[in-house]
C-alpha cells in the first residue's frame, strides 16, 4: 500500500511540474514573440545561436518564475491568506518585465535583445497571460 504524500513531496513535485510547464511556455512565447517582431525581439548574438539565445533566456526566466511561488507561498502564510488570481497575475507580470529587461541588458552573453522598455512591458505581458493559463491546466490536471 502506497503512503499518502507529504506537504514537502507534494510542494516538490508541483515545484517540478511548475518549472517544467513554465520552461515548455516561456521558450514558445519566445520563439513565436521573435518570429512575429523580429527587428524588436532579437535572438542570438555572433556567438550564439537562436536556440541557444531561446535556452538560456528561457532557463533564466523560468528559474525565476519558479522561485517565485514559494516566495509568494510564504507571503501568504505572513499575511494569513491566500493569493487571488488577480495578485498571482501581477506579481508575475511584474517579474516577468524586471526579468526580461534584466535578461536584455545581457544581450551579449545571453543572445535575447529587446528593442525598448515597452517591448519587455508587452511580451512580459504575453507571458503572464499564456503563463496563467499553462498553469491553470497544470492545476486542473494534478
Known amino acids: 500500500m502506497a503512503k499518502p504524500k507529504t506537504d514537502s513531496e507534494s510542494t516538490g513535485l ?3 511540474y ?5 520552461f515548455l511556455t516561456n521558450a ?3 520563439y513565436f514573440a521573435n518570429l ?5 525581439i532579437v535572438l542570438g548574438t555572433l556567438y550564439l545561436s537562436k536556440g541557444w539565445a531561446i535556452y538560456h ?3 533564466i526566466m523560468t528559474v525565476i518564475g519558479t522561485l517565485l511561488i514559494p516566495v509568494v507561498h510564504f507571503h501568504e502564510t505572513k499575511r494569513n491568506k491566500m493569493y487571488t488570481p488577480k495578485e498571482w497575475m501581477i506579481a508575475y507580470f511584474l517579474v516577468n518585465f524586471v526579468s526580461l529587461w534584466l ?3 545581457l544581450a551579449d552573453n545571453l543572445g535575447l535583445g529587446i528593442s525598448a522598455w515597452w ?3 508587452i511580451l512580459a505581458a504575453a507571458y503572464d497571460w499564456i503563463q496563467g493559463l499553462a498553469m ?3 492545476t486542473r490536471f494534478h
Request: proline share 4%.
Open 18 to 22: 511548475s518549472f517544467i510547464t513554465l
Open 36 to 40: 512575429l517582431f523580429p527587428k524588436e
Open 28 to 30: 514558445l512565447v519566445l
Open 119 to 121: 517591448v519587455a512591458l
Open 103 to 105: 535578461i536584455s541588458r
Open 136 to 138: 491553470m491546466a497544470l
Open 57 to 59: 533566456s528561457t532557463l
Open 14 to 16: 508541483i515545484l517540478v
